[in-house]
């Protein structure tokens, strides 16, 4: 039904109101940025020897995290059960996914104290550590990530390699490294996306180990033994939804028509999985009794309540809708309250949830640190826009062919 | 003096830990974890917060061992500083905190505050590089070297000891009291064991600490409060607390008795265990793969 879909590079214009909007945003954040490397995280952000951890480690980082975890989700069912109806999908969750991870390493590049250390747990090693886990399992996916983006990059550059001047002589040496790098990928791919699946699974779930080692710094509303379980099921269920938000706003943005077909397909997927999720964390609620701290208006009580209430069961009752799975409007707010129950899920369990024994003042994040997130954020969306306008990432309908490719849509070898 | 209990937690790292380098097919033989040794002739302070009177000499002499800039000693005899519960921070490894005199007491309380050196270290445990480690003296120690400022160490230590300078824009340290180790390595006391006027703490093999600190509360039973703080306390401390009143009125969080790393330590071997799990989930990922593939061929071919 969509076999006549192809990857194409967009040719639309880059600068538009909301780019220019989106580029003061990121040069903003990169001004803190520069004053954080010259005089230190204290200069710019709300940290303190009382809470350690912010909103670059909670969103930039979990979150990001999370949120780049429609890469996996749609990787192990369109590549991993072969469901054609993924196909138009897979690669802009791939960028996101690549482009999150990127920024998710670039999170915690800049929370390093030590920043010019990045590279010690390469070499000295803590198998305890849960964070060990978690750092070794990003670095190799990352690199996964953009193992599985290269043949997108050989399909854009094969018989295009046009260097001028000089390096005009190594044209024909690059078009034969591309082509021989782009046959021994078809062959091998599958290793990488299985590898990349594992990966994930094994990083998103160690993310939820991080706090169990915080022990009652965290309130008992979040602290549990099957954080790491609870972690994954979110993860999980938050693929999709992200994926539906990120292809309903780049549509708009470029002015197409979304995948209505696939996306209401995706939503239909997400209700089941956040229905796992949302089992497994009222289910621990009530074996651990933990509902006691719910009554009272406390801010752990009330931001539980908005977690719980607005980001899983309001959108799992609206996904359950047939006319919310149809209609472009209600499949994106639906999609988002998912996407914002994660993120507040992260930012609980990091900040809020997190309650130091001898704490004298509350944490909030400060025009830095929100500016650089923002940011980042701002960065992510710019450069989303030019990979798709660069590569051939979003599918629209072919005029000429229709050739079925092994594991993706490939173009016709060059004309 | 030093005696190595493999326990089966052990055994399952240092496993892992073969596994993690055959997978990785490095030369390198990595140790999986940092130095966390439990030597039953590990040291200890026994603080009597009975005996303390607040003087802050120990502070002062804390500051001179670590070549922390202070002020003169005779400044330490300002009082108005205790109007304010501190916190050891990385100019200050040592403070002394003053909490009122209540029903129960005549004079207020002072209680001196820095690392416990816990049994069980979380932060030997979290620290993604193995920077802390867990000396056979009973010192949890910092390794700059290898510090990448990541602060897991903050989080994860229930006593919220660990300070980062967060001041620094290059090597800014995460400092805490290091149980002299300069000093006991040449057979002397810590400094602030050492210059304490009153006699408020003793140093010495944990065990013995243990049954000096019965003794006492056996001889006065009417001074001391039946608990002794960090005999316990998640699993363990190699700092011992005295009191005549309930701890949790004296600014010591309530931890519970379980070693911190624990749970989470379970988990990672869960997880982790000979690297089964994830080269499992790999087979049975590549087979459903393969699986799904074979029939969408057959459909693609019966429907041609």
């Known amino acids: 039904m969509n076999g006549f879909m192809k990857p194409t590079p967009l040719s639309k214009r880059f600068l538009t109101p909301g780019v220019v909007v989106l580029l003061l945003l990121a040069v903003n954040g990169l001004a803190f940025l520069i004053v954080r490397f010259l005089f230190g995280i204290g200069a710019v952000t709300n940290l303190s020897d009382e809470y350690p951890w912010g909103l670059w480690v909670s969103v930039d980082v979990a979150a990001g995290v999370a949120l780049a975890a429609g890469g996996f989700t749609t990787a192990a069912f369109g590549h991993l059960m072969h469901r054609e109806e993924f196909r138009v999908i897979l690669r802009p969750a791939l960028l996101t996914a690549m482009l999150g991870y990127t920024f998710v390493a670039l999170g915690v590049f800049i929370d390093l104290g030590r920043w010019y250390y990045i590279w010690h747990p390469l070499i000295m090693w803590n198998g305890n550590s849960a964070l060990f886990e978690v750092g070794m399992c990003v670095m190799i996916y990352a690199t996964v990530l953009y193992i599985e983006f290269l043949p997108i990059f050989t399909e854009r550059f094969i018989g295009r390699v046009r260097l001028k001047g000089v390096l005009a002589r190594m044209n024909d040496p690059f078009d034969r490294l591309l082509r021989v790098l782009d046959s021994g990928l078809a062959k091998t791919m599958f290793i990488f996306v299985i590898a990349g699946v594992v990966l994930s ?18 309130h008992p509303l979040w602290q549990t033994p099957i954080l790491p379980l609870l972690f994954l099921l979110s993860a999980v269920a938050v693929g999709f939804p992200m994926v539906i938000v990120e292809s309903i706003l ?101 900040i809020v949830a997190y309650t130091p024994p001898h704490a004298i003042e509350t944490y909030f994040p400060s025009i830095g640190e929100i500016s650089v997130t923002v940011g980042f954020v701002a960065m992510i969306a710019l450069l989303y826009r030019g990979c798709v306008r660069f590569f051939p990432v979003i599918s629209l309908p072919d005029k000429h062919t229709a050739r079925k490719g092994k594991y993706t849509i490939r173009a016709e070898e060059q004309s | 003096m030093e005696i190595e209990q493999t326990t089966r937690r052990e055994f399952l790292r240092h496993t892992a830990a073969a596994g993690g380098s055959l997978i990785a097919g490095s030369v390198y033989t990595a140790q999986a974890g940092p130095k966390n040794s439990l030597s039953p002739d590990r040291m200890g302070v026994l603080v009597d917060t009975t005996v303390c009177v607040g003087c802050r000499t120990c502070e002062w002499a804390c500051k001179n061992a670590h070549g922390i800039p202070t002020q003169p000693y005779h400044a330490y005899e300002d009082r108005t500083v205790l109007a304010r519960t501190r916190r050891p921070t990385h100019s200050a ?75 620094k824009a290059i090597q800014p340290d995460i400092a805490k009291c290091d149980f002299c180790a300069g000093r006991t390595s040449q057979g002397m006391l810590p400094a602030c064991v050492d210059i304490c006027p009153v006699g408020a703490m003793t ?38 607390y005295m009191a005549s009143r309930d701890f949790s009125s004296l600014g010591f969080p309530d931890v519970g008795t379980r070693p911190m790393p624990g749970t989470a330590e379970s988990i990672q071997h869960g997880i982790f265990a000979y690297f089964m799990p994830p080269v499992m989930l790999y087979a049975l990922l590549g087979a459903l793969m393969w699986i799904t593939k074979k029939r969408r061929e057959i459909e693609e071919e019966a429907g041609e």
């Open chain 2, 93 to 167: 490894l040592t403070v002394v905190n003053e909490f009122p005199a209540g029903e129960t007491n005549t004079h207020p309380i002072d209680v001196k505050t820095q690392c416990m050196h816990c049994d069980h270290p979380a932060c030997v445990s979290a620290c993604i590089v193995g920077a802390f480690t867990k000396q056979e003296d009973g010192s949890v120690l910092w390794d700059g070297d290898k510090c990448i400022g990541c602060r897991y160490c903050m989080v994860a230590c229930p006593f919220q000891i660990p300070s980062f300078e967060y001041s």
């Open chain 2, 203 to 240: 140093y010495g093999p944990r065990t013995d600490l243990i049954k000096v600190a019965r003794a006492r509360m056996d001889r006065y039973p009417n001074r001391y409060l039946h608990h002794l703080y960090g005999e316990y306390e998640a699993g363990g401390t190699g700092w011992l």
């Open chain 1, 250 to 350: 780049a549509a708009r943005s470029f002015g197409l028509k979304p995948e209505m077909e696939v996306l209401s397909r995706l939503g239909s997927y997400v209700a089941p999985l956040l229905g796992i999720y949302l089992a497994f964390k009222l289910g621990d609620m009530f074996i651990r009794e933990t509902f006691v701290y719910l009554g009272g208006f406390t801010t752990a009580s009330v931001m539980f309540g908005i977690e719980i209430i607005v980001g899983v069961a309001i959108p799992l009752r609206m996904l359950l809708s047939r006319t919310v799975l149809q209609s472009e409007r209600w499949l994106f707010i639906a999609a988002l309250l998912v996407v914002f129950g994660v993120l507040l899920n992260r930012i609980n369990n990091f």
């Open chain 1, 201 to 218: 699974t094994l990083h998103q779930s160690s993310l939820g180990t991080l706090m169990v080692i915080a022990g009652p710094k965290m």
